[in-house]
């Protein structure tokens, strides 16, 4: 596969138009995160790829996204449901590495499609004013987190859906957030392994990281201030935005893909 081809000397090659638009881009993907709780991978990710190529990007994102994760998890485990982040959080452990199972027997293109559409749909009912009517059983979360497991090894966008469910329960914005910021740590830590097995965490890789975190943290803090400042009003309305432009962002690069192949 061309994502696990070795990979040398990159961060030479880059103009310093390219260097500006990965620093601008850390900066908005690290104040999204901190802000809503979500969506700093994917936008990292689609910038990253252009100019370093996805066998850089995707273990860049991953890496460089843990100091800020941390940053967020304590008052993510103050206010969050433990009833709902536990078993979510737990399914997508188990059901992760069959998404490269999935990733092998699909069309990524159609996975992708068919995952931006769902997203899409969920962000119009959630604007319209859907929620559950009740708590999600155990088992329905650990349903919902093996879904979301399963996306995320086989398209790397298993946010999103996390995100949706998140959302649709009843809850301050406060503790919405802290329920997305517990999903959305559990995605991304039951990807490590798999990239470490594969050898995507190179030196080169590590270095990158290592130069783009302290933009990404920066700007994570200053997301979660202005959240606990003057954001919790606007969070419902910037976390179904995002999730939308995500969505369509995500579709329209399906398609593409999809026309490409």
Known sequence: MEMLQPFDDFIGNLTLLEIGLIGGTVLLAGFLRGFVGFGASLIIVMVLSVALGPVVAVPVAALSGLPAMFQLLPNAVRYSERS??????????????FGTWILVSLEPAIMKMSISLFVLAMVAM??????????PSPAALFAAGAGAGLVQGAAGVG??????????TAGSAQQQRANVIGTVTALSVCT???MWYHG???????????????LYAGATWLGARFFTQRGQRHFRNAALGALAAIG????????RDYGAG
């Open 200 to 214: 995507l965490f190179t030196h080169d890789v590590i270095i990158a990281s290592l130069l783009i975190f302290p």
């Open 192 to 194: 490590l392994l798999p």
């Open 159 to 168: 946010g999103p859906p996390a995100v949706a469910v998140a959302l649709s």
């Open 248 to 255: 369509a962002v995500t579709l329209a690069l399906a398609v």
């Open 126 to 135: 959630l604007y319209r004013g859907w929620r559950l009517a009740q708590h």
């Open 84 to 97: 709902f982040v536990i078993p979510f959080g737990l399914a997508t452990f188990v059901a992760a590495p």
